[in-house]
């Protein structure tokens, strides 16, 4: 039907036979006509092949349902979702706990609505605590610590409109009345993001400092990117439950399989958008704290790629060293950043704690799913070649491709940027250096790919 055709009023059941040729059974049931036209209008013997037809396709819909089930099941996202106990709910502690040491924060608490705190007895509050990173002498479950919806909170408030919410000063806030079992009463600043996506919000993130301080917007657009990402993975997962149900109906409709796979597929694409910008927003945080100048995440992953590229790897191979480039010094994040703002040279023991930063960052990622296929890369990326690196003494072809490329890309990125008590190398320094160690640090042929890559 044209829109000249629409706009003088042709007539909906009009539209249902200009798409006959394509799909006739689909457009009638979905226009919900199949009672009618069966009854009245077509023989018995075709309402049964209609009624058949039906069926195949509902069972088509299912199995494509089950594929998608089975690859974005609760293993394959982010397990913040399907607790049945006070126990399983301590993952939010622990969650709590990292945010606050990412921040630089003195306290972190999540919250979630009534629909997503299941085992947990929040009364008829709108907003439950499910993990704070302060330590309770009891049950912190126990006390049903929350909001109502008519609670004139800059929480409430910031769920409520959906939106972040930063104040330096919680003595400007109008109103604000602590929690003592928070303790809030020592809390001189706040800020609050949502955690939602598109369709909903189901909670928020509440961080507090015990003095007045601005979190940095690097720090920020992470911590919105982790709302996005918890809100879009608890809906996947909570559309996976209900699309299980459906499964199991055997008198469910093609048309609600369809709309249910249409959300599955929507969710699945948003869920990718939001990992991705995740590591983005990781690395750019880790940039931060590490008082880079300039994109070194960024730049050793770029760096990294074409090295790839030259080397004439595969492109899933190219996209996990490219993840891996972002966040091979993930620890950093987890570190104080006061250990990075000194302008002289580290202690022997802040060496120490930046030498031994992969590890600290293997266990973050550990707890993110999705980027478990990176681990190795990050892991063994301080490896040497001659066997005598770190954590493994891993030698030569023993060490993971991927870890060999990042620790030249990452070695001449290091190099060639300003840090805060040194200044950069030029080109030709950095690659002297490189080439000199090529064959005791460094695998020779990466090394040869770096010259050829930045055309030496």
């Not at 004139?152 to 104040?167: D, G, L, M, T, Y």
């Not at 330096?168 to 009463?185: A, C």
């Not at 301080?213 to 809906?235: P, Q, V």
């Not at 730049?299 to 966040?327: H, I, P, Q, R, W």
Request: charged share 30%; aromatic share 8%.
């Amino acid at each position: 039907m044209t829109d000249r055709e629409e706009e003088m009023g042709a007539s909906l059941f009009g539209k249902s036979l200009d798409l006959m040729e394509d799909d006739p059974l689909e457009e009638i049931f979905a226009l919900n006509m199949g009672d009618f036209i069966s009854e009245y209008l077509i023989s018995e013997d075709l309402a049964n092949k209609i009624g058949k037809g039906e069926k195949d396709k509902a069972e088509r819909l299912k199995s494509q349902l089950k594929e998608l089930i089975s690859i974005y099941s609760l293993d394959n996202t982010l397990c913040v979702l399907g607790f049945s106990s006070q126990d399983e709910y301590v993952v939010y502690n622990s969650i709590a706990k990292t945010l606050a040491q990412i921040l630089d924060s003195d306290a972190c608490h999540i919250y979630l609505t009534k629909d997503f705190t299941k085992g947990l007895d929040m009364e008829d509050k709108l907003l439950g605590l499910v993990g704070s990173s302060i330590e309770f002498d009891e049950d912190m479950y126990s006390k049903k610590i929350g909001y109502n919806k008519d609670d004139n909170s800059i929480v409430v408030k910031a769920f409520n409109a959906i939106e972040k919410v930063q104040v330096k000063d919680v003595s400007q806030i109008q109103g604000f009345v602590p929690k003592y079992e928070l303790r809030e009463f020592d809390v001189k600043s706040i800020a609050v993001v949502p955690i939602h996506n598109n369709a909903y919000v189901v909670g928020v993130i509440v961080i507090e400092n015990y003095k007045e301080k601005t979190i940095k917007r690097a720090y920020m657009n992470l911590l919105e990117t982790i709302g996005r990402l918890f809100g879009t993975s608890m809906h996947l997962q909570k559309t996976i439950e209900e699309a299980e149900k459906v499964i199991a109906d055997e008198k469910v409709f093609a048309e609600d399989l369809q709309h249910l796979r249409a959300e599955l597929t929507a969710l699945i694409g948003d869920l990718g958008s939001h990992q991705q910008a995740f590591v983005e927003k990781l690395a750019k945080a880790v940039d931060e704290k590490g008082q880079y100048k300039v994109s070194h995440s960024q730049n050793t992953a770029e760096l990294s790629k074409k090295l790839c590229k030259e080397l004439g790897l595969n492109e899933k191979t190219t996209d996990l060293v490219y993840y891996a480039g972002l966040l091979q010094n993930i620890g950093k994040i987890t570190l104080p950043e006061s250990l990075f703002t000194n302008k002289g040279k580290p202690s022997k023991e802040e060496w120490e704690k930046l030498q031994n930063h992969p590890n600290v960052g293997v266990n973050l990622l550990m707890n993110i799913n999705f980027l478990s296929e990176v681990i190795p890369y990050i892991h063994y990326h301080k490896e040497r070649w001659d066997g005598r690196g770190e954590p493994e003494g891993l030698k030569g072809n023993s060490i993971p491709f991927g870890s060999r490329i990042i620790a030249v890309a990452d070695a001449y990125t290091a190099m060639t940027s300003d840090r805060s008590y040194r200044n950069a190398m030029t080109k030709e320094e950095a690659l002297s250096i490189i080439k000199e160690e090529a064959g005791s640090k460094w695998d020779p042929d990466v090394v040869n790919a770096l010259f050829s890559t930045l055309g030496e």
